[in-house]
């Protein structure tokens, strides 16, 4: 007599952790904590506020450097108002509107004294076509600085933005040769020029150089 027997049924389990083969599911990650919400909020906003001062800063160099440059031309400018007609310089009682802003401006003469190695040849003072002449000549100063109505001061400071020039001019020696023909011409143009001489003269003493 046969005997037969029934096959067995082997049963294999997925290999891995018992969690993970049996859920099927991935272990979730870890939260931000509210201390380094806070954190990270504290270093944004401390990057975002150098951030602002940094281009604040280059805004007010930018346009204090641009108030430099409007006072140099407004000195430059007015050093050849002077030099063409001493009489039609604005009022320095009054500011002057340069692009912008509004600048205020002196205005400060000096006689100069040279001293000579050597006399120079003898001239009239006061004649108008007989070249330089030492005793003429004067120390021309002109001032200007950013005025109280544009966040400077009515009086001078060297930390405001401001600008000097200083030149020696001849009073007689018109820088534009049109000048003199145009005073002359002008209404009570001879009696300011006989004017300026007497005011020459006197200031010089008549002593030679």
Same mark, same amino acid.
């Given at each position: 007599m046969y005997t037969t027997t029934a096959p067995t049924q082997s049963r294999t389990r997925p290999t891995g952790s018992r969690g993970s083969g049996a859920t099927g599911r991935?272990? @979730?990650?870890? @939260?931000a904590t509210l201390i380094e919400a806070v *954190?990270?909020?504290? *270093?944004? @906003?401390m990057v975002a506020a150098t951030l602002a001062s940094a281009v604040s800063y280059m805004n007010a160099s930018q346009r204090r450097m641009q108030q430099r440059l409007g006072a140099a031309e407004l000195?430059?400018?007015l050093m050849l108002q002077y030099m063409d007609d001493q009489d039609a310089m604005p009022s320095k009682s009054l500011p002057i509107e340069y692009d912008m802003d509004l600048f205020r401006w002196t205005l400060d003469v +000096?006689?100069?004294?040279? +001293?000579? /190695?050597q006399p120079p040849p003898e001239s009239d003072a006061n004649d108008i076509g007989s070249g330089i002449n030492f005793d003429r000549i004067r120390l021309v100063s002109i001032r200007v600085w950013l005025s109280e109505d544009s966040g400077g001061a009515r009086g001078f400071s060297t930390e405001l933005p401001n600008s000097q020039l200083t030149r020696l001019i001849d009073p007689l020696a018109f820088s534009n040769p049109? /000048? *003199?023909q145009t005073m002359i011409d002008s209404p009570g143009g001879m009696e300011r020029l006989f004017e300026r001489l007497m005011q020459l003269d006197s200031t010089s003493g008549g002593a030679a150089p």
């Open positions: 991935v272990p @979730g990650r870890r @939260g *954190l990270a909020t504290v *270093l944004l @906003g000195a430059n400018r +000096e006689p100069v004294q040279f +001293e000579m /190695s049109d /000048s *003199l």
